[in-house]
């Protein structure tokens, strides 16, 4: 009775948090082809009593990612400038990506440090409608890529372009942050911004001055560092200020060529003017050029080196040229050095020789008495080097 007491609460808890994660679950339709911009806002993710108004001060963060993926699609990305500020998803589906997917959502509250869970099914399909073959990409210098993603600014950015476009209606293709594109985090310093690249599509066909300004003269003023040339007034100054530079223009109204598709041959070349290989190789004896390969090589070694032995053995003097080209007076006086050299190597090697008279101790006549040398000169070598 105990054991049920205590399962009865888990399972009343578990049934309440499914209940809860269905109630946490959003529909929502892309379109393939058309900018999709949902926010996330503090107040769809916090739990608070009703008819209490979310404090702006509660910092939020979010972490999204496909279910069963821990990353976002390729065509979603996600955004938020501060944990204070909401965030947002953003991207342009592709035709390969039509069907269901479901991103998860997780918001954190880093002041009581709560989580709390939400799914979005995202239901894409086909835009209804005509086609939009005119597609216009603006780079947007002064703004970030949150501040367009609201549907306030970016009705105000097409409002704008019309002024500058034939009469049609316009619609959001896609919108990138330039620092995806390749773009420079600006200096700290107040009215930088990172800009934003702003794709716009229509069934109208683009104006005069769109076209003057996309072209090859504009792009050589624009390489000379001068303006490009815009011939009607700027509508979406002083709000949005645009990089005119860097404006690119796509017709897709002209359906492009479709390449031809190769066919696989038979491998063999047809019969060509310029180019007729040989049917048969003839045969070649490839022994003569191997043996002169090898034995020429070879013999130049062998006659180098006989030459060498004849200079090296040869051609050496001796030693009775040499003694008939010497004086006799410069071989007696070398003899004789080295005669007296080897005399005294043979008296520094042997002490048995008697000993000189200018060794012998002192001797005084008249008393007969001998004295000691200072220093007994007998003891030292002839030869210091020999010692």
Known sequence: ?????????????????????????????????????HTLDHEAFLRLAEHVAVPPSVPVTYHAHLQGHPDLPRWLRYTQ??????????????????????????AYNRDSFDTTQQSLVLLIGDPEGPLLPYQA????????????????????FLTALRGLWEPGELQLLNITSALDRGGRVPLPIEGRKEGVYIKVGSASPFSTCLKMVASPDSHARCAQSQPPLLSCYDTLAPHFRVDWCNVSLVDK????????????????????LFFCPPTEA??????????ITLLVPLLVALLLTLLLAYVMCCRREGRLK???????????????????????????????????????PMFNVRTGERLPPQVDSAQVPLILDQH
């Open 282 to 291: 003839t045969a070649r004896d490839f022994l003569t050029d191997a043996l």
């Open 322 to 360: 040499r003694d008939q080209a010497t004086s006799d007076i410069q071989m007696v006086h070398h003899c004789t050095i080295r005669g007296n050299t080897e005399e005294l190597r043979q008296m520094a090697a042997s002490r048995d020789v008697p000993r000189p008279l200018s060794t012998l």
């Open 1 to 37: 009775m105990a054991a049920t007491l205590i399962w009865i609460p888990l399972l009343v808890g578990l049934l309440a948090g499914l209940v809860g994660t269905e109630a946490q679950e959003t529909t929502l339709h892309p379109l393939v082809g058309r900018v999709f911009v």
């Open 81 to 106: 400038r501060s944990p204070h500020h909401p965030g947002f998803l953003y991207g342009t589906a592709t035709p390969e990506d039509r069907g269901r997917q479901v991103i998860e959502v997780t």
């Open 253 to 272: 109204s002209v359906p492009e060529p479709v390449d031809e598709v190769p066919t696989p041959g038979d491998g063999i070349l047809e019969h060509d």
């Open 137 to 156: 990409e603006f780079l947007v210098r002064s703004h970030d890529v949150e501040e367009v993603l609201p549907s306030t600014p970016a009705s105000r």
